[in-house]
């Protein structure tokens, strides 16, 4: 019995060549998509799965107000891991501390600045399940001149020689011994390392034992028995104990936490971390759009399904008087859905496995491959299954419900019910397609005005080069005075950070706010800081050489902190402002810069102190003229090689650096298009389906219309009218469900573009003009058609 619906199935997709090619082919793109989104999500959810003790691993977190809203701080100074442990014995098993460094590497005549070095504990490699290639977990790290590196960095370093007891310069201050290889680490980890160095050498720096001094991350390993709601209650009296007095000094406090290993993929991007993270709400998105293109692509077979299924009339008469009953025809066609679904989903692979490279590259990760993975082979079973059960069902039963001798007679009546379902399933269909259009309307719109906004500074040719080695921290100011002399350079600020970079934040006490101490944000910077940025003067004026007391004396702030302090601009002018933590004494507000954004438009502008202290400068932003861009980097090259010839230069532009601010938004655009197009193809073929469905019903009525004296025009009017009804209806559903969506996905930004009633009247317009040149294709054909020819169909 199976062999011959496998056989008739066969047969019916050979003869029906044009509308099996449909079929397949729109099966063929929704199965492509769910499979691709399914390997994203897969992905996604597996980081740090992979880690023996990951159940019980937290990472220990500072929890503070920071303008009036709560932030989750993981930087924690090095005497948090002893005194957690100290303190708390038996609930936690064993702590691990993780510094992000960048340093200078050396072997022979190679030299690499390496930015992924992580300074830890000798427990980093027993605490997480790294695997080491060569190496004991237990001791790799316990000699303090000891490094271990991944298998890809040793290779860029020693080639095909043996590096274990190989001696690297590090930083120009140690000798360490090679004593460990680590197997380079796995895509979905959120710490992503190229070499480990013990921590222990820096036990005698001063910051190593200074509490406030907040530079590394902290994890701990709690007993199994322990409830981490139960430890957290402790943490207040911790605090209390460790950091009341600077607390109560500063004006400001913070609370500690715990976040379970698993979730800190998903904390999401933050200017506070510098590891990789994720976003749900990408994943919910693309989750999404793979559920909603999948069902289009079944409520499109399931349309064209019914729209031939008078092609196949005679065949289930003939069938039934021979005997057979409607259970076995209804299998019949579920098999042939399953067939068809079985084709779409090899196909499918076949392109997944074509265009990986390409999807791995867009993502910016490397996708693990799916061959050898269950789970894929579980998943696209699964879809194989509820497509060819959910797209087959209704097809299937209305196919084997015909009446034997209406069927023979090629009288087939398809009831009303019938007609109003297919229906509706096109208006679910372009209620989708004009929901996903108008989503991409206004995503591309809010990124349009992020990408063009008036920042308040000027981002154009401006060089960022990172002052992050002791040599030129040493030689910055040569390194500045070089570079300034330069024609093609316009000015050159040695500052803290750049904006959609790091701002400090710190407590200050202030004139007009007495005996209340203030979290501001704060940059530290020199007097050419504003010039450098092109910020506008609102009040006062700028740092300036010809008042000496300037760098010891004054700051600038921006609008928004005037505006906290109680002051206009001009009545903040030469009142006191003090840094409590950095600052001996109080200084003087000279000058008020007009808002900017420091930050990106995803959050509002706060107030901004900006200060002339010295010491900690992070980078030089150099302001080019506008003229051969590559000769001027070129020059900067050689003045950085003058004074830190042992240092690669490294550089970025500060427009680059910002638009990477919304990386993700930029991916969630993109990606809204693509599928929003795919949605909107196989709901066409959808609505073909449905018309050709229409103009065989009709085809006696268009006959005797035609010989009665109706046009080509009016015929396809009226074909054209009925048709489009459901694209209409589905389009006044999606406009209220679009806004909605929109409106909460734009709440992401502090400042966004308003949802205009043209953005929807665009989104609906598209959609209509594609379903009516769909449409229009079949209305045509039927009212073209020689009237005698459709008036002997019955």
Request: proline share 4%; aromatic share 12%.
């Amino acid at each position: 019995m199976l062999k011959n619906y496998l056989l008739l199935a066969y047969k019916n997709l050979r003869k029906q060549k044009m509308f099996s090619l449909i079929n397949i082919l729109g099966l063929t793109v929704g199965i492509t998509c769910c499979l691709m989104i399914f390997l994203y999500i897969l992905n996604e959810f597996s980081y740090d799965n992979f880690h023996k003790n990951g159940k019980d691993i937290y990472r220990v977190m500072r929890v503070g107000q920071i303008n009036g809203s709560e932030k989750n701080i993981p930087y924690l100074s090095p005497p948090y891991a002893t005194a957690l442990q100290n303190d708390y014995p038996d609930a936690i098993q064993s702590t691990v501390r993780v510094s992000r460094d960048n340093d200078l590497v050396s072997y022979r005549n190679i030299s690499f600045n390496e930015k992924n070095i992580y300074l830890t504990d000798s427990n980093f490699f027993q605490f997480f399940s790294f695997r080491l290639i060569k190496g004991n977990p237990a001791t790799v790290l316990n000699n303090p001149l000891s490094i271990v590196m991944t298998a890809s960095t040793a290779k860029k370093y020693f080639g095909e020689e043996d590096p274990i007891g190989k001696v690297i310069d590090f930083d120009k201050k140690y000798r360490l011994t090679v004593t460990g290889i680590a197997e380079d680490v796995p895509e979905n980890s959120h710490l992503d390392f190229d070499m480990i160095v013990p921590i222990s050498n820096w036990k005698n720096e001063p910051w190593f034992t200074q509490w406030p001094n907040n530079s590394l991350f902290v994890y701990v390993q709690l007993n199994p028995a322990v409830k981490p709601a139960t430890l957290q209650k402790q943490f207040p009296l911790f605090m209390d104990k460790y950091m009341g007095k600077f607390y109560k000094e500063s004006g400001f406090s913070m609370g500690l936490t715990i976040h379970p290993l698993k979730d800190i993929y998903f904390e999401g991007e933050s200017q506070f971390d510098n590891v990789k993270h994720g976003s749900k709400k990408m994943v919910f998105i693309f989750m999404s759009i793979a559920l909603l293109i999948l069902v289009i692509a079944c409520i499109n077979f399931m349309n064209l399904a019914t729209a031939r299924a008078t092609d196949r009339a005679k065949e289930v008469g003939l069938r039934k008087v021979m005997g057979a009953l409607r259970h076995q025809l209804a299998s019949q066609f579920i098999l042939e859905s399953l067939l068809y679904a079985l084709i779409a989903a090899a196909l499918a692979t076949g392109i997944l496995q074509f265009i990986m490279p390409a999807y791995s590259g867009f993502l910016g990760k490397q996708l693990p491959s799916f061959w050898n993975n269950p789970l894929f082979y579980v998943f696209i079973g699964g879809v194989i299954l509820v497509i060819g059960l959910l797209a087959g069902s209704y097809p299937a039963l209305l196919l084997s419900s015909f009446k034997p001798i209406e069927s023979l007679k090629g009288k087939l009546k398809v009831g009303q019910n019938g007609v109003l379902f297919r229906k509706a399933l096109v208006v679910f269909q372009f209620a989708i397609s004009v929901l996903l259009i108008i989503c991409v309307t206004v995503v591309m719109k809010q990124m349009h005005y992020v990408r063009t906004a008036d920042l308040g500074f000027d981002k154009q040719h401006s060089l960022i080069v990172r002052i992050d080695n002791g040599t030129i921290y040493r030689n910055k100011e040569l390194f500045k005075t070089a570079v300034q002399s330069d024609p093609s350079v316009e000015t050159v600020s040695l500052m803290t950070g750049e904006p959609g970079g790091f701002h400090d934040s710190y407590g200050f006490e202030a004139e007009g706010k007495p005996g209340e101490k203030m979290l501001l944000n704060t940059e530290f910077a020199d007097f050419d800081y504003a010039k450098a940025l092109g910020l506008q003067i609102v009040a006062g004026r700028d740092f300036s050489s010809e008042y000496p007391t300037d760098s010891t004396d004054a700051v600038l702030i921006n609008e928004s902190c005037a505006a906290k302090l109680g002051y206009t601009p001009r009545q903040a002018i030469g009142k006191w402002i003090k840094n409590t933590s950095t600052d001996s004494s109080r200084r003087y507000i000279v000058g008020v810069v007009k808002d900017y954004h420091f930050a990106s438009l995803k959050q509002t502008i706060g107030p901004l102190v900006i200060s002339t202290k010295n010491g900690d400068r992070r980078l030089a932003l150099i302001k080019l003229k506008a003229t051969d861009l590559r000769l001027a980097v070129n020059r900067i090259k050689q003045q950085y090689a003058s004074v830190a010839p042992d240092y690669p230069f490294e550089y970025s532009f500060l427009d680059e650096k910002f638009d990477n601010l919304y990386k993700s938004e930029i991916k969630q655009e993109t990606l809204l298009s693509i599928f929003s197009m795919i949605a909107i193809c196989i709901a066409c073929l959808g609505l073909f389906g449905l018309a050709s469905y229409t103009v065989v019903k009709r085809t006696k009525e268009i006959g005797i219309r035609k010989v009665i004296g109706s046009s080509v025009e009016n015929i396809v009017f009226l074909l054209t009218k009925d048709l489009l009804k459901p694209v209409l209806i589905g389009t006044l559903v999606a406009i209220p469900a679009g806004y909605l969506i929109m409106h909460q996905w734009l709440q992401g930004f502090a400042y966004r573009i308003p949802i205009q009633w043209w953005l929807f009247a665009v989104a609906s317009l598209t959609a209509i003009l594609i379903a009516l040149v769909t449409v229009s294709f079949q209305a045509v054909k039927a009212a073209r058609a020689n009237p005698v020819k459709s008036l002997r169909t019955e």
